[in-house]
């Protein structure tokens, strides 16, 4: 069973910096992409970060030069994320698409694979 675990929530300051981290299978890392998303209060789901199974990483427009994703020892997908501030409130999602190398779809229907959650609270 393909499983992914998010941890590294919590309560930051804004202008702080924290990493949230994402369990998987080993496998899972050089084979296909995968990907941080994130989900407000009253929101839509939105994706964050996306990382190809060669490496190939992209960003939403709102997270770029704070935010930045990466593979850690095949074992962990990690966001790293710098200069937060309150809109960055939300729950982050790591996902995978189990049925492509490359990140096509950017949106939520792209993924096939989600883990359960990590909250994220930034206080002004």
């Known amino acids: 069973q393909f499983e992914l675990l998010e941890s590294g929530g919590g309560w930051f300051e804004t202008g702080g910096r924290l990493t949230p981290s994402c369990g998987a299978p080993?496998?899972?890392?050089?084979?296909?992409?995968m990907g941080w998303f994130r989900q407000a209060s009253g929101k839509a789901r939105e994706g964050v970060a996306f990382i190809n199974s060669n490496g190939i990483k992209t960003y939403a427009e709102s997270v770029k030069g704070r935010f930045t994703i990466s593979k850690q020892n095949t074992a962990h997908l990690l966001l790293h994320m710098s200069g937060v501030n309150p809109e960055d409130t939300g729950e982050y999602y790591c996902?995978?698409?189990?049925?492509?190398?490359?990140?096509?779809?950017?949106?939520?229907?792209?993924?096939?694979?989600w883990g359960k959650g990590t909250m994220v609270n930034v206080s002004s």
């Open positions: 996902a995978a698409d189990l049925a492509h190398r490359r990140c096509r779809d950017l949106g939520v229907g792209g993924m096939d694979h």
């Open positions: 080993s496998y899972a890392f050089n084979n296909f992409c």
